[in-house]
T-cell receptor
C-alpha cells in the first residue's frame, strides 16, 4: 500500500478555488494513471502517462489539468470545479502502460468535496 | 470497446459459507481479466488476473476465479468467507490495448 502515496487524503474546495492533488510512486514504474471513483459507478480513467508522456486523455474537462514532471510524480491541478466533480480520485502506477496494463498499483485516493 | 458487468450491487453471506461475486465481460480481442478489492478508505488492491492458461486462477487471500469463455464470465470465488473479506470488489477487463475498464463494483458483507 505504501508503494503509491497520495496527498492530501481529503480536500474540500469551493468552486472558485485552485488546488492540486499529488501522487508519488516508489515502485520504479514508468506509467501513472488518474482515475475518478464516484459512488455506484465504474471507475473512470482520466489520464495516462507513460514515460512522462501523456498517452490518454479520456475526454476530461479542461478544469482538470494533469502534470507529470517525472516517472515518480503525478499531479492533478484543479480549478473552477463543479459540485459533480466531488469524488474519490485515485492514482495508480504500473511498469508501463502497455506491458503493465491491468497490473496496476493504486494509491489510497484523495476524497474531494466541491462546495 | 471492452466492458464488464457486475450484476449484483451487494452480496451478503455468513462467515464460513462460500462466497461468489459475479462478473461478465465483453471484448473484441483476447480478454485480460482482473479482480481488485477495495477496503474502506483504502485504494484498490490487486487480487488476481487471467491472461491465458488454466481457466481456474488462484489469487491472494484464498480467492480464486474461473474464466468461462462460452459464458464470457469471470466469477470470483472463495470457499469459506471471513468477516475480514467484507469490502468492495471490482472486476476489470483489458483488451488488446492497455486500458482497463472496471465494473461498478460489488459490496460484499460477511456477517459473523
Amino acid at each position: 500500500e505504501t508503494g503509491v502515496t497520495q496527498t492530501p487524503r481529503h480536500l474540500v474546495m469551493g468552486m472558485t478555488n485552485k488546488k492540486s492533488l499529488k501522487c508519488e510512486q516508489h515502485l520504479g514504474h514508468n506509467a501513472m494513471y488518474w482515475y475518478k471513483q464516484s459512488a455506484k459507478k465504474p471507475l473512470e480513467l482520466m489520464f495516462v502517462y507513460n514515460f512522462k508522456e501523456q498517452t490518454e486523455n479520456n475526454s476530461v474537462p479542461s478544469r482538470f489539468s494533469p502534470e507529470c514532471p517525472n516517472s515518480s510524480h503525478l499531479f492533478l491541478h484543479l480549478h473552477t470545479l463543479q459540485p459533480e466533480d466531488s469524488a474519490l480520485y485515485l492514482c495508480a502506477s504500473s511498469q508501463d502502460s502497455l506491458a503493465g496494463g491491468g497490473w496496476q498499483y493504486f494509491g489510497p485516493g484523495t476524497r474531494l468535496t466541491v462546495t | 470497446a471492452q466492458s464488464v458487468a457486475q450484476p449484483e450491487d451487494q452480496v451478503n453471506v455468513a462467515e464460513g459459507n462460500p462466497l461468489t461475486v459475479k462478473c461478465t465481460y465483453s471484448v473484441s480481442g483476447n480478454p485480460y481479466l482482473f479482480w481488485y478489492v477495495q477496503y474502506p478508505n483504502r485504494g484498490l488492491q490487486f487480487l488476481l488476473k487471467y491472461i491465458t492458461g488454466d481457466n481456474l486462477v488462484k489469487g491472494s487471500y484464498g480467492f480464486e476465479a474461473e474464466f468461462n469463455k462460452s459464458q464470457t464470465s469471470f466469477h470470483l470465488k472463495k470457499p469459506s468467507a471471513l468477516v475480514s473479506d467484507s469490502a468492495l470488489y471490482f472486476c476489470a477487463v483489458r483488451d488488446d490495448d492497455y486500458k482497463l475498464s472496471f465494473g461498478a463494483g460489488t459490496t460484499v458483507t460477511v456477517r459473523a
